[in-house]
């Protein structure tokens, strides 16, 4: 039997390398989109693999040029895309990425008959929607739904990429923390969402939350995050409204770059726990990256 192909894109970040890493090990052919394919030769910043050998095939794009992604899915089963503005880049926004560019992957895909489109978006999407880079995953979900085509929008939590963010910070043996840090957070290893994001493959569930199997405050992942590094835990607390008022100034300044940390200070407010699924634990990924990054 002809092996399904699968797209992938934002094939080189945190989720997208294990998505194809689990798309590949479950038999399917899979087409990894990225920008440069020299980066996806290592292993990532947060232990996520190196895929250039996993991938059937890697093809370049750029979400901010359409034309780019002209006939992406020539031949394409089946588009997964977690491709998304997650650091700030010059002059793009999580309009032009997250919204416009999924957007035109999707109409590539109507365009080649691809059978069903998966999208990683955002837990909690509702109780932040004026957040740009959730108004703009949010828009991309509402021109899925409309487009006919059969999807499935994934709603993680916190990925434990950002909680390795907390190890490099913790490092200088002080850290600074928005807000009073006991808001809720159930952290999810890239291997465990990619288990959720391929199993979606083969489900007719529209929507599917996902968190990690253990449920923590964020003052708690600060403490592990000292415990994996073997320091003593110093944490000073920053009022929620001073990162408010920052990025009110911010964006004055450039506007992009608050648009991607707004997202930052906004998560700082809330409880982020979503169905608990998977088996990998905060403190063995502290450890390791503490290990690998000594
Ligand atoms: N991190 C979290 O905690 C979290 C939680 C919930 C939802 N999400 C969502 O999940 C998705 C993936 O997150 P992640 O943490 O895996 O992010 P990531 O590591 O930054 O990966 C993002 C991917 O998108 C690609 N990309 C960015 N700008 C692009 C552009 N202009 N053209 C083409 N590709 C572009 C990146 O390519 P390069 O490698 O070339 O930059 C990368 O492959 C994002 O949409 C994010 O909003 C993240």
Same mark, same amino acid.
């Not at 192909?5 to 080189?12: C, Q």
């Not at 980066?39 to 250039?52: C, D, M, S």
């Not at 590094?229 to 964006?251: N, S, Y």
């Given at each position: ?6 797209? *992938?894109? /934002? &094939?080189?970040?945190?989720? /997208? ?5 689990? !798309? ?13 394919? =020299? ?16 991938? +059937?095939?890697? *093809?370049? /794009?750029? @979400? %901010? ?22 650091k700030p880049q010059d002059n793009v ?17 109507? @365009?080649?008959?691809?059978?069903? !489109? ?11 929607? =004026? ?58 290893? /890239? ?6 994001? *391929?199993? &979606? ?8 939350? @996902? ?14 995050? !000292?415990?994996?590094?073997? $320091?003593?835990? +110093? ?5 929620? +409204?001073?990162?408010?008022? @920052? ?17 930052? *200070? %906004? ?8 169905? &608990?699924?998977? %088996? ?10 503490? $290990?690998? %990054? &000594?």
């Open positions: 039997m002809k092996k399904k192909t699968v797209l *992938v894109a /934002g &094939a080189s970040g945190y989720l /997208g390398r294990y998505v194809v890493t689990e !798309f590949a090990r479950r038999g399917y052919a899979v087409r990894a989109l990225v920008r440069n394919p =020299e980066k996806i030769t290592t292993e990532g910043p947060n232990l996520e693999p190196p895929i250039a050998d996993t991938a +059937w095939e890697v *093809v370049t /794009g750029d @979400a %901010t040029d359409p034309a780019s992604l002209k006939n992406i899915c020539r031949d394409v089963d089946l588009v997964f895309s977690c491709m998304g503005l997650t926004t999580s309009e032009d990425v997250d919204h416009q560019g999924n957007k035109a992957l999707l109409d590539d895909a109507l @365009a080649h008959g691809v059978t069903k !489109f998966i999208y990683v978006s955002v837990f909690n999407a509702h109780l932040m929607p =004026e957040v740009d880079v959730v108004k703009a995953h949010e828009l991309f979900v509402d021109d899925l739904k409309a487009s006919g085509i059969t999807y499935t929008v994934i709603r993680p939590t916190g990925y434990f990429s950002d909680m390795g963010m907390f190890l490099s910070m913790v490092r200088s043996g002080h850290m600074f923390l928005l807000g009073e840090g006991e808001n809720k957070v159930n952290p999810i290893h /890239g291997a465990d969402l990619a288990k959720i994001c *391929v199993d &979606a493959a083969e489900s007719d569930n529209p929507e599917i939350c @996902a968190g990690g199997p253990d449920t923590y405050t964020f003052n708690e992942t600060v403490n592990m995050a !000292f415990e994996a590094i073997g $320091k003593k835990p +110093w944490i000073t607390h920053i009022p929620i +409204w001073i990162g408010d008022a @920052a990025l009110f100034v911010i964006g004055f300044v450039n506007k992009p770059l608050a648009g991607v940390l707004s997202f930052a *200070v %906004t998560v700082n407010k809330i409880d982020n726990v979503a169905p &608990a699924t998977g %088996t990998n634990h905060l403190m063995d990924f502290y450890r390791e990256l503490a $290990k690998k %990054t &000594a």
